[in-house]
């Protein structure tokens, strides 16, 4: 479980990214060196993976988003690993999870707009293992972007 401290740190770490433990430890209540013997545990714990910037994608010519349900022709164990493993060669591929339902998987596409899209469907989309068929969506615009797990201090570690 994790206590207040702990959920307030975690928190703070996801909206704002990786800060000195001053900073944090003063947003918390604990001295820098608590602090930070408590972020190094939760790091020690795995319950930290790693740090990365947000990046606007608007910004850095990535706009455009589109989700990608995928059906394969077989479900076999080696035709879903093959499909995963290809699908780890795309940069462009931003996500891709495994679901329950009428699709077999979910993708998340970058592209610079609608016609990169097209080249990426043609070039990467399409040349993937096994896919009997696709269905696109465009996100026309994000309402709430991902910003964290929400964490309590009651939460399981």
């Not at 604990?30 to 013997?37: F, G, K, Q, V, Y």
């Not at 009428?102 to 592209?111: G, H, K, S, W």
């Not at 070039?123 to 068929?133: I, M």
């Amino acid at each position: 479980m994790f206590d207040r401290i702990d959920a307030k740190l975690l928190n703070l770490l996801q909206k704002g990214g990786p800060r000195a433990a001053a900073e944090l430890g003063e947003q918390v209540g604990l001295s820098p060196s608590a602090c930070h013997r408590r972020i190094r545990a939760l790091e020690a714990e795995g319950v930290i993976a790693g740090y990365s910037a947000r990046l606007n994608p608007d910004r850095i010519g990535l706009g455009l988003h589109v989700f990608v349900d995928i059906s394969l022709r077989s479900q076999s164990e080696e035709a879903l690993a093959a499909f995963e493993e290809a699908v780890k060669s795309f940069d462009e591929i931003l996500e891709c999870q495994l679901l329950s339902g009428a699709a077999d998987y979910r993708l998340r596409v970058a592209a610079r707009h609608v016609a990169d899209f097209d080249r990426l469907h043609r070039q990467c989309l399409s040349r993937l293992p096994g896919v009997a068929a696709m269905h696109s969506a465009f996100a026309l615009r994000t309402i709430k972007p991902f910003e964290g797990y929400p964490i309590t201090a009651t939460a399981p570690r």
